[in-house]
């Protein structure tokens, strides 16, 4: 019986663990308004998480499941 448990216990652990270090991805792609041209170093914010558009205007955050306010910068 001891050895059941403590395989049960193990394995709830891990899954906690796995369950607990989920996060999402935030991808797209920022472009000047007036002519379609890609935003370069442009600053996005999301919670304490930032990152900077690339040379092609796209970004990437992983986040923390929840809600966010999405802050763009140029």
Do not use: H, R
């Amino acid at each position: 019986m001891n050895k059941i448990t403590a395989t049960l216990t193990v394995l709830l652990l891990f899954a906690a663990i796995l369950l607990s270090a989920q996060t999402a991805t935030l991808t797209g792609v920022l472009t000047d308004e007036s002519n379609g041209s890609p935003l370069i170093n442009a600053t996005v914010q999301a919670g304490d998480e930032g990152t900077i558009t690339d040379f092609n205007g796209q970004y990437e955050l992983q986040l923390a499941p929840g809600d966010y306010e999405i802050v763009f910068s140029f």
